[in-house]
Each structure stands twice: as structure tokens, then as C-alpha cells.
Nanobody
Framework: QAQLVESGGGLVQPGESLRLSCVASGFAFSRSIMSWHRQGPGKEREEVARIITFGGYTNYSDSVKGRFAISRDNPKNTVYLQMNSLKFEDTGVYYC???????????WGQGTQVTVSS
């Protein structure tokens, strides 16, 4: 069955960087739209970045534009989120999501915690 496993979260100070990884299995990764979402304390889950099948198009929320970068390695079935210049408000659980473009499915990982604190 489909599985997404995130890693790379942690505790950092403001201004520092982290890179999240999400390894996929059990579905057609290269033919799926991949995205990263986050849920901060007391907030609803929001999408922060999206990348289409072969990486030619990306989209970011206004809150992370210019600081975060999403990328994918299709042969490795992996999507990344490079997070730079982290701010307190970036704190939350970050989730990986996959939506195959030619099949049913909407898959989520278990999430990885990112905490930005001084």
C-alpha cells in the first residue's frame, strides 16, 4: 500500500535551516503531485509548497516564498523541502502529501516536528 515517510525535522534557532525528506512507496511517485503541508500549534493544516510530476512547476504559500524550496528526485521516490531563514512561526508538524494524477489516491505521511525556538 502507499506509504510516505518524512524525516529531517528538529529543533533549530531562528535564522537557521533544515531540510525535510519524504520517501514514497507503493504508488506511482513520478506521476504524482507532491506537496508539503504544516500544522502549527492551534492552527489549521496549510499547504506550504507543491511540485508537479517532473519538477517543472512549483508553488509556495506567501508565508514561505523566497525562504523554502521544494524539489524531487523521481528515481529515489523522494521529495525534499529545504527551509532557510526559519522563523518562530514556522514551528509545526510538517506533512508530506501525494496525489496521483491518473489514479485515485490522496496519501499522507505521519509528519515530522519542526520547532524554531531561541
Amino acid at each position: 500500500q502507499a506509504q510516505l515517510v518524512e524525516s529531517g525535522g528538529g529543533l533549530v534557532q531562528p535564522g537557521e535551516s533544515l531540510r525535510l525528506s519524504c520517501v514514497a512507496s507503493g504508488f506511482a511517485f513520478s506521476r504524482s503531485i507532491m506537496s508539503w503541508h504544516r500544522q502549527g500549534p492551534g492552527k489549521e493544516r496549510e499547504e506550504v509548497a507543491r511540485i508537479i510530476t517532473f519538477g517543472g512547476y512549483t508553488n509556495y504559500s506567501d508565508s514561505v516564498k523566497g525562504r523554502f524550496a521544494i524539489s524531487r528526485d523521481n528515481p529515489k521516490n523522494t521529495v525534499y523541502l529545504q527551509m532557510n531563514s526559519l522563523k518562530f512561526e514556522d514551528t509545526g508538524v510538517y506533512y508530506c502529501n501525494a496525489r496521483p494524477i491518473a489514479a485515485d489516491g490522496n496519501y499522507w505521511g505521519q509528519g515530522t516536528q519542526v520547532t524554531v525556538s531561541s
